[in-house]
């Protein structure tokens, strides 16, 4: 389970969150929403390690942040916003680099076989020729080379193709129901949002959001 208690953070004199809590478990995806400059990507580099809160616990499992930052990082898997993957190289050869790079050996089936379950069947091309999409899913299949316990995914799903998107969105179900992982995701998409998440939190005192998830039934993470 991740618990966060009472994280604290600002940039100068710009409050971004206040005292912010929640929990999740495992099996649940939780879509964070908000408007642009909300403070949805530092909410999620701080729950990827990435960056810290002002003050404030997090922990993993029991494992407080604080004190267990390195154990903590083997067991998350974080997509930032710009894709990152060698466009030079082929898929194979990307999968193959991280997989180096990871402390969770694979083999070259196993590495192949996650891609598959995206449909990214590629295996050959040259990241730099595939679609938006493609790349999403490369970048996707990268982050579970080393088999996280909690997904970060910031706007997985935003500019790529219908079909593409569809597919995460499967994809992300099967990995929280299936595979019992925790999955915190951003994203624009109102309707894909409705489909995908458990609850939903709206980071921002927006009423915006939180009025169209009203509407919809959602349940709504009161932070
Ligand atoms: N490294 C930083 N230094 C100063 N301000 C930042 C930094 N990162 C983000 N911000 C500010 O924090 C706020 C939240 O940003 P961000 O988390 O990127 O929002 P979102 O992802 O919801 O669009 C914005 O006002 C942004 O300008
Ligand atoms: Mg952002």
Known sequence: ?????????????????????????????????????????????????????????????????????????????????????????????????????????????????????????????QAKTLSGGMKRKLNLAITLIHDPDILLLDEPTVGIDLKSKIEIGSYLLKQAKEHNKMIIYTSHDMDEINELCDRVMCIGKDLFYENILVKSGKEIISI
């Open 1 to 125: 389970m991740l618990d966060v208690q009472s994280l604290v953070k600002s940039y100068d004199k710009n409050t971004i969150f206040h005292h912010l809590s929640f929990k999740v478990w495992p099996g649940e995806i939780i879509g964070l929403v908000g408007e642009n400059g909300a403070g949805k990507s530092t909410l999620l580099r701080i729950l990827a390690t990435i960056d810290k809160p002002d003050s404030g616990n997090i922990k993993l499992f029991d494992f407080p942040y604080e004190t267990n930052r390195k154990e903590v990082r083997k067991s998350i898997g974080y997509v930032p916003q710009d894709i990152a993957i060698w466009e030079e190289l082929s898929v194979r050869e990307n999968m193959i680099f991280f997989e180096k790079l990871s402390h969770k050996s694979k083999s070259e089936t196993q590495l192949r076989e996650l891609c598959l379950e995206m449909n990214l069947d590629k295996w050959q091309e």
